[in-house]
C-alpha cells in the first residue's frame, strides 16, 4: 500500500502546480493597487518679468495727411497752366523762366536819374547837382526810349581879389528825351537830349560876377555809357558815364556827367 502512495501523490502535485500558479495571479481582494512613485520634480528657471515699453514715446510723431494717390488709369486734372492736364517734361521750368523775363522786360518802367559834376577853370568853379525822372518804353529787350523832366542845381565860386570867393546859386528846369541799348549783357550805350530853362550869373564887362541872375534856353545833348546791376526782376541800379557836347559857360552839365539811375519795370 504504501508502494502507491508515492506515485499518487506525486501525480497529485503534478496536476494541481498550474492551478496554484494562476491562483497567485488573480488580485487579492481589500488590497490598494499599486502607485508607481513620481520621480521628483525639477523647479522650472526663472523667467524674467517683459519689459513694458513707453508707448508715448514710441509713438510716431504726427505727420501731415497726404493727398491720397490718383488709382491708376485715372484721367489728369487740368489746370490754368496745363489746360490738357498732362506735365510735359520742363515745362514749370520754362513757364517760370518766361514769367521772369516778362517781369525784367516789361514795356514800360520808371527811369529816375542823379546827377552829380564839378568843373573849375579861369577861377570859376562850378558844382552841379540834378534830377531826372523819365517814363520808358522798351521797343524790344535791347532798345528803349522815353521822355521825361529835369531839375538841376548849379553852385558858381568866383575868386575876388581879396582872396575870398564868392557863390551864386541857380536852378534850371527842362524837358528831356532819352535811347538806351544793351550792347552787351549788362553794359548800355546811352543818348540823351534835354532843352533847359537854365539860370545864370550876369558878369560886368571887367569879367566880375554882379550878384545877379538872367535865364537862357539851353540845348544839352549827352552820350555815354552804362552798367546796370540787377536788383530783382522788376528792378535795378545803373551808373552812367556821359560827355556833354555842348559844355561852355552856359552849360549847366559839366563834364563828364556822372549819374545814379534807378530803374522800375511797371505793367506787364
Same mark, same amino acid.
Given at each position: @500500500?504504501?508502494?502507491?502512495?508515492?506515485?499518487?501523490?506525486?501525480?497529485?502535485?503534478?496536476? #494541481?502546480?498550474?492551478? #496554484?500558479?494562476?491562483?497567485?495571479?488573480?488580485?487579492?481582494?481589500?488590497?490598494?493597487?499599486?502607485?508607481?512613485?513620481?520621480?521628483?520634480?525639477?523647479?522650472?528657471?526663472?523667467?524674467?518679468?517683459?519689459?513694458?515699453?513707453?508707448?508715448? *514715446? #514710441?509713438?510716431?510723431?504726427?505727420?501731415?495727411?497726404?493727398?491720397?494717390?490718383?488709382?491708376?488709369?485715372?484721367?489728369?486734372?487740368?489746370?490754368?497752366?496745363?489746360?490738357?492736364?498732362?506735365? #510735359?517734361?520742363? *515745362?514749370?521750368?520754362?513757364?517760370?523762366?518766361?514769367?521772369?523775363?516778362?517781369?525784367?522786360?516789361?514795356?514800360?518802367?520808371?527811369?529816375?536819374?542823379?546827377? !552829380?559834376? =564839378?568843373?573849375?577853370?579861369?577861377?570859376?568853379?562850378?558844382?552841379?547837382?540834378?534830377?531826372?525822372?523819365?517814363?520808358?518804353?522798351?521797343?524790344?529787350?535791347?532798345?528803349?526810349?522815353?521822355?521825361?523832366?529835369?531839375?538841376?542845381?548849379?553852385?558858381?565860386? =568866383?575868386?575876388?581879389?581879396?582872396?575870398?570867393?564868392?557863390?551864386?546859386?541857380?536852378?534850371?528846369?527842362?524837358?528831356?528825351?532819352?535811347?538806351? =541799348? @544793351?550792347?552787351?549783357?549788362?553794359?548800355?550805350?546811352?543818348?540823351? =537830349?534835354?532843352?533847359?530853362?537854365?539860370?545864370?550869373?550876369?558878369?560886368?564887362?571887367?569879367?566880375?560876377?554882379?550878384?545877379?541872375?538872367?535865364?537862357?534856353?539851353?540845348?544839352?545833348?549827352?552820350?555815354?555809357?552804362?552798367? *546796370?546791376?540787377?536788383?530783382?526782376?522788376?528792378?535795378?541800379?545803373?551808373?552812367? !558815364? !556821359?560827355?556833354?557836347?555842348? %559844355? %561852355?559857360?552856359?552849360?549847366?552839365?559839366?563834364?563828364?556827367?556822372? *549819374?545814379?539811375?534807378? !530803374?522800375?519795370?511797371?505793367?506787364?
Amino acid at each position: @500500500m504504501k508502494r502507491y502512495l508515492l506515485p499518487l501523490a506525486l501525480g497529485a502535485v503534478v496536476f #494541481l502546480a498550474p492551478s #496554484l500558479a494562476h491562483a497567485q495571479e488573480k488580485p487579492v481582494l481589500n488590497t490598494a493597487p499599486t502607485v508607481p512613485t513620481p520621480a521628483p520634480v525639477q523647479p522650472a528657471p526663472a523667467v524674467p518679468a517683459p519689459i513694458i515699453a513707453d508707448t508715448a *514715446r #514710441l509713438r510716431p510723431a504726427a505727420t501731415q495727411p497726404q493727398p491720397a494717390a490718383a488709382p491708376a488709369g485715372a484721367l489728369p486734372t487740368p489746370s490754368y497752366n496745363s489746360p490738357s492736364g498732362f506735365e #510735359l517734361p520742363e *515745362r514749370e521750368q520754362k513757364r517760370q523762366a518766361l514769367q521772369q523775363h516778362a517781369e525784367m522786360y516789361s514795356k514800360y518802367f520808371v527811369y529816375t536819374g542823379l546827377g !552829380l559834376g =564839378y568843373t573849375s577853370y579861369y577861377g570859376i568853379s562850378q558844382f552841379s547837382f540834378s534830377m531826372s525822372p523819365a517814363i520808358g518804353y522798351r521797343v524790344t529787350d535791347k532798345f528803349s526810349i522815353g521822355p521825361g523832366i529835369s531839375y538841376a542845381y548849379n553852385n558858381y565860386g =568866383y575868386d575876388t581879389s581879396i582872396n575870398t570867393t564868392q557863390h551864386i546859386s541857380a536852378s534850371s528846369f527842362g524837358v528831356k528825351v532819352f535811347a538806351q =541799348y @544793351m550792347v552787351y549783357k549788362q553794359f548800355f550805350a546811352h543818348a540823351e =537830349y534835354e532843352s533847359t530853362r537854365a539860370e545864370f550869373p550876369t558878369y560886368y564887362s571887367n569879367g566880375a560876377p554882379t550878384g545877379e541872375k538872367t535865364s537862357i534856353q539851353v540845348q544839352t545833348p549827352l552820350l555815354g555809357v552804362g552798367y *546796370r546791376s540787377q536788383i530783382s526782376t522788376r528792378a535795378a541800379a545803373d551808373i552812367l !558815364l !556821359l560827355y556833354n557836347f555842348k %559844355d %561852355d559857360y552856359n552849360s549847366i552839365y559839366p563834364n563828364p556827367v556822372i *549819374r545814379f539811375n534807378f !530803374l522800375f519795370n511797371i505793367g506787364h
